[in-house]
């Protein structure tokens, strides 16, 4: 078989992830200078480099992998994963890790070295999620990973571009149709022209010409560029290790959100016909972290949610790999200042939305209509961290916190907060629990759901979910729930009741069905029955 290197959707592809993942690190460089007040010279010769260097080498992994998966199911139609930096985690490693250290010690080089710290750590745990990551992927339904990407898709990737659209709709929605025309739709422009391009140049054109924009910032930023070499500071790391202690209540649990997420990320690859071996993958998001917190980047990188959307979008084996480049010389040269003051925001966060629509969609398209309900709830935790989050920034910027109001006051006000953030502290693996519980007593197998009630109990019992750090015993009437839920699954399995009959005229369902009771080698497909 002849394999293209390179074809007309990778470059639509391309365009697409290549301004998210340039959102991304230009909001990253932001924090690190805004918010935890590092020298910019730090940020932008030793950072991003390190960043950059990350991307690029995390980026040609998976387009071998993609390559290789091509090759041997002789398809042309393979996508790579798409690979960048991790957005939860570089607001969490800035917010939660280094601006504390920052403010306790007012030294912006001891907050950077725990966020290096933080993030080995958080690589570390990775890896040895790579040897139970696959094991775990066999035993949750699809619908309730699914479900849980489907949440953090509306939640966290839809919901912030859609403001920041609504503040300059005339910017952004006729960016927007043109994404939703030509990746949606298939509508192709005249010869071809890339749709993210296009849409790119029309934002701009617009912003610029109706003064959206500030010339006097583009000069100003053209003094900002400095080229950065990459090199090893393991140094700074060591440093930031010797204080690993209170690390590790937050490193523990979101290195456990890193796998799971990389596992809901892998399961969509799957539904969209990709199926890639997901040990590898953790090996690579693992590595990736680790390499990068040794030569300065305190931000982990991870598989993207959004494969089924570069798919769509025409994006192959090459896409994700020209992206990494392309950040990687606007890294190493130093050129994200200039391109801050270049382009308008409202013209590059529609293609997040997009994402978002995509990811959600799927949820209920590559599952069988009976686990609907699964997905829905699957969600929810995640909708609910978002929720409690607005609550917390809010109250924040108004001078007071949560806990100066107090969760009666907010209640009696009709904010739920408490309930919010108890549902959503750890949403990832709550939604992975609720939903594989649903989907296990919707078809029947109540011994399952009895067992991963089982499991929801312990997660909560040492706080891994429902809690805002590791703690054990700190919610035993929460666990004491999920015991009591598995005790009823365990009294309905008395009745002998058979699982649920497949609905024949639903393919997704025939294949689930297929599926269950019996393992599978992390590279094999299941074939769906005639």
Same mark, same amino acid.
């Given at each position: 078989?002849?394999?293209?290197? *390179? ?24 924090? %690190?200078? @805004?918010?935890?007040?590092?020298? !910019? ?76 710290? *933080? ?8 890896? =040895? ?11 949750? !339904? ?20 859609? &403001?920041?659209? *609504? ?10 149709? =043109? ?40 000069? +100003? ?13 393991? #140094? ?65 990188? &991870? ?6 959307? *570069? ?19 606007? /890294?190493? $040269? ?9 382009? !308008?925001?409202?013209? =590059?966060?529609? =293609? ?26 699957? &969600? ?6 978002? @929720?409690? @989050? ?16 107090? #969760? ?34 919707? +078809? ?8 991963? /009630? ?18 054990? $015993? ?14 009823? %699954? ?15 005229? +639903?393919?997704? +369902? ?21």
């Amino acid at each position: 078989m002849t394999l293209p290197f *390179w074809t007309r959707g990778d470059l639509n592809a391309f365009f697409g992830l290549g301004i998210n993942m340039l959102v991304n690190v230009l909001v990253l460089a932001g924090l %690190c200078i @805004g918010v935890v007040n590092m020298a !910019p010279d730090d940020v932008y010769r030793v950072v991003l480099p390190a960043l950059g260097i990350e991307l690029l080498v995390g980026n040609l992994f998976y387009f071998y992998l993609a390559r290789r998966l091509a090759m041997k199911e002789q398809r042309t139609d393979v996508t790579a994963l798409p690979y960048g930096p991790s957005v939860p985690h570089m607001f969490i490693v800035t917010l939660v890790i280094m601006l504390p250290t920052y403010l306790a010690t007012q030294n912006a080089i001891a907050a950077w070295t725990a966020g290096l710290a *933080w993030a080995f750590i958080i690589g570390v745990i990775i890896l =040895i999620g790579a040897f139970v990551g696959p094991a775990i992927r066999h035993l949750t !339904p699809r619908a309730a990973m699914l479900g849980t990407l489907a949440g953090i898709s509306l939640a966290f990737i839809s919901m912030r571009p859609g &403001a920041q659209m *609504w503040g300059a709709l005339w910017i952004a929605l006729p960016v927007f149709m =043109i994404i939703i025309a030509g990746f949606i739709a298939g509508v192709r422009l005249p010869k071809n022209f890339p749709i993210g391009l296009a849409a790119l140049l029309v934002g701009s054109a617009i912003g610029w010409i109706g003064g959206y924009m500030e010339p006097a910032a583009v000069t +100003d930023s053209v003094k900002a560029i400095a080229l950065g070499v990459p090199s090893l500071n393991v #140094d700074l790391l060591l440093d930031g290790l010797e204080g690993i202690s209170p690390l590790l209540a937050t490193a523990i649990p979101l290195g456990i959100y890193n796998f799971t997420e990389a596992m809901s990320n892998v399961e969509s690859a799957a539904a969209a016909g990709d199926n890639y071996n997901l040990r590898h993958v953790l090996l690579a998001d693992g590595t990736g972290a680790v390499v990068g917190a040794a030569l300065g980047s305190p931000f982990p990188p &991870a598989v993207y949610i959004g494969h089924p959307g *570069w798919k769509a979008a025409g994006g192959r084996i090459s896409y994700s790999l020209a992206s990494g480049v392309l950040i990687f010389l606007l /890294c190493a $040269f130093g050129l994200f200042p200039l391109l801050a003051a270049l382009l !308008p925001i409202p013209a =590059i966060v529609p =293609i997040l939305l997009f994402i978002g629509l995509v990811i959600g969609s799927q949820a209920f398209v590559a599952v069988p209509k009976a686990h609907y309900a699964a997905v829905v709830l699957a &969600a929810i935790p995640s909708l609910a961290q978002w @929720g409690s @989050g607005m609550v917390h920034d809010a109250l924040l910027a108004a001078g007071t916190s949560v806990q100066e109001v107090g #969760d009666e006051a907010l209640a009696a006000g009709g904010v739920l907060y408490g309930g919010l953030a108890t549902i959503g502290a750890g949403s990832v693996l709550v939604g992975m629990v609720l939903g594989t519980i649903a989907v296990f007593v919707i +078809d029947r197998r109540f011994i399952h759901a009895a067992a991963a /009630c089982g499991v929801g109990a312990v997660l909560t019992l040492i706080g891994l979910i429902h809690s805002e750090e590791v703690d054990v $015993f700190s919610n035993p009437r929460l666990a004491l729930g999920y015991a009591l839920a598995g005790v009823v %699954c365990l009294a309905y399995s008395l009745l002998k009741l058979p699982p649920r009959e497949p609905d024949l005229s +639903d393919p997704m +369902d025939l294949e689930v069905t297929a599926e269950q009771n019996r393992f599978v080698r992390e590279d094999e497909k299941v074939a769906v029955p005639a």
